[in-house]
């Protein structure tokens, strides 16, 4: 319990202090325009008295909850807005006994200064000595300029740009202004020397803008220092410690490979190439030689070894799709006039029509494994094939399939492979005639 403070309020003071808090408690369940009834205020006065115990701690967890769920009660967002209700309004209502609530209005405000993010809190009150709250944790962008030692137009140019933490407040677009982590900016290490511009910076490591620029984005070259000054500068600390860890990883080269300058290296390769070439020799994974470098001009590395190119894999080769004319009577045991005969007849162009030279052996192939020539069948009995095709036709002329000659050509006789049997038997009943004939002559 605050006893000093309470036992200084008068009773008039500390009922008024009590029925506010207990209408806060009220007003964060339920919200309403107009003042509520004293007899709704009891059930809400324990929640009071347990707000002024444990001081600070139970206050500042009572403004925490106002802070997170402040009813809709003003389109402001500022922290006068916000705890008007007990911290300002009340403490100006009392006027003459405003010093009796003096030590409240200093815990509202000690919270403001440290947890409100959205806009500073500036306080304007004579009771209260500003050396008596903590330090603000955040500020203006005027805080921020005295802090960085340069103008407020300059401190609020940077917070737009993102070199200094920040964030706007306000809704309205005429009237907002930045709100500055202060604590954040107190950890900045401020240079202690001039800038150095990024083409001076690159200049002096002899390497390119843009690669210099590439190792800024990735992280090579850290900025733990802030500089004064445009963006487009790096401060000369950080410049120093990437130099002097550049040259650390640098050893004596030994005698059993062939070195050659680093910057030659780097000249063959792309700006984000040359950077991950620097990245590679600052952890580690690229050796650099050069005990005595005081620089990049200086470094080498070991000279890459000129590998012959492996000889291209022997090609498979392509399977035969098509066959000339000499090649199919070859494979497939075929007369010259029975390979042009069966090409026109299942529609294959042979040779010498629209510039096809060739007959396709997928069709040829598929086509054998159904039909079979008759001339194949008479061969195997030494008959001819015109005399089991008459015997055919004067038995079953179903059975026969015949190709038309064409081009003063001879045609073929096929038979579908289910009726070889059949035909077969065909030509073993001419040979036993022809045998029987000729006994009797």
Request: aromatic residues 8%; proline residues 7%; contains cysteine.
């Amino acid at each position: 319990m605050p006893t000093d403070n309470l036992m200084q309020m008068d009773l008039d003071v500390f009922v008024r202090v009590a029925t506010t808090i207990a209408n806060v408690y009220q007003a964060m369940a339920a919200w309403r325009p107009t003042p509520r009834q004293y007899t709704q205020l009891v059930e809400a006065l324990p929640d009071a008295a347990n707000a002024l115990t444990d001081w600070p701690r139970n206050f500042e967890m009572l403004c925490k909850k106002w802070h997170e769920n402040a009813p809709e009660r003003t389109r402001d967002d500022g922290f006068q807005a916000k705890f008007e209700w007990l911290f300002v309004r009340l403490h100006k209502n009392l006027r003459e006994k405003a010093p009796q609530t003096k030590f409240m209005l200093e815990a509202a405000c000690a919270y403001g200064n440290r947890r409100w993010d959205t806009r500073p809190v500036l306080i304007k009150n004579k009771h209260i000595d500003p050396s008596a709250l903590p330090m603000p944790r955040y500020g203006t962008a005027k805080a921020a300029a005295k802090l960085l030692g340069v103008d407020a137009i300059t401190a609020a140019r940077w917070a737009a740009s993102g070199r200094i933490p920040a964030t706007r407040s306000g809704k309205s677009p005429g009237n907002r202004i930045w709100c500055v982590d202060l604590d954040a900016l107190r950890q900045f290490k401020f240079s202690r020397f001039a800038r150095v511009d990024h083409r001076q910076a690159a200049r002096e490591l002899n390497i390119s803008w843009r690669v210099f620029s590439e190792l800024r984005k990735s992280g090579a070259i850290e900025s733990t220092h802030f500089v004064v000054g445009r963006a487009g500068a790096v401060a000369r600390e950080d410049l120093d410690h990437f130099r002097t860890d550049l040259l650390s990883k640098c050893v004596e080269p030994p005698n059993d490979i062939e070195t050659m300058p680093l910057l030659a290296v780097l000249a063959r390769k792309s700006p984000v190439l040359q950077a991950e070439t620097v990245r590679g020799i600052l952890t580690g994974a690229i050796p650099v030689y050069g005990v005595s470098a005081e620089g990049l001009d200086g470094m080498l590395v070991e000279k890459p070894r000129r590998v012959d190119p492996d000889p291209p894999p022997a090609s498979e080769p392509k399977p035969i799709t098509h066959l000339s004319q000499r090649q199919a009577q070859e494979q497939f045991g075929l007369w010259k006039y029975e390979v042009r005969a069966l090409a026109l007849w299942l529609g294959l162009r042979p040779w010498g029509e629209r510039g096809s030279k060739s007959i396709e052996i997928e069709k040829f192939s598929r086509f054998f494994t159904r039909y079979v020539l008759v001339r194949r069948i008479a061969e195997q009995y030494g008959l001819l094939s015109l005399q089991v095709v008459r015997a055919i036709r004067r038995l079953r002329p179903g059975v026969l399939t015949t190709i038309p000659p064409s081009e003063g050509l001879q045609g073929a006789y096929l038979i579908h492979r289910k009726h070889v049997s059949y035909v077969r038997g065909v030509a073993r009943r001419l040979v036993k005639a022809r045998s029987s004939s000729g006994s009797r002559s």
